[in-house]
């Protein structure tokens, strides 16, 4: 099935979702993803800003600022096609912008280079067992991955996972997929 296909049919079945069980699954998830030794022994965490029907972050960098963690969140350049990361220590250093993305204020954040990131959040919309996933068709995180060493997470509400998706030569898997049932290795190489 092409990717498209798989993308369009996952994301009506995830905007079908009761609200209330979406918060309670995503706060499931957000309880296995917070257990991971990489989760607890990371100082600086990469992850995105949720938006419906995406698996709910907001209380995770709510507990990440209250654990002491820095929570850095994607800036995106729609004409590059690159991304970076900035730091935010508030919901108010965010604006929204193209597809009600809520992203940082370029003037109130300051960026950090891939090597600072200890833990990387990818997000995503359908993923195999073996890590590969589809994302939302801009291609930011497979070049971002290229430059990134260090370990990556997906956050994945079960119903999310499919038995394949198609695998192009620049697609790069995450190593562990946390959705409510709890957190699975993919097999793919960790640094």
Known sequence: MEKSIQRKEMNKKLKAM?????????????EFLIKEPEFQDASVIGLTVSAFPE?????????????GKKTAVPKCDPL??????????????????????LEPIVEQTEEVSPEEIDLLLVPGVVFSAAGYRIGFGGGYYDRYLTRYAGPTKSLAFAMQLA???PVETHDMPVQRICTELGCMD?????P
């Open 186 to 190: 993919t097999g793919a190489v960790k």
């Open 55 to 67: 698996v709910d972050t907001h209380r995770l960098i709510e507990l990440c600022w209250k654990a």
């Open 163 to 165: 038995d394949s998706v």
């Open 18 to 30: 009761d609200p209330a069980v979406h918060q309670q699954k995503s706060d499931a998830i957000i």
């Open 80 to 101: 590059t096609r690159a991304m970076s990361f900035r730091i935010i220590e508030d919901f108010s250093q965010l604006e929204t912008v193209y597809m009600k993305l």
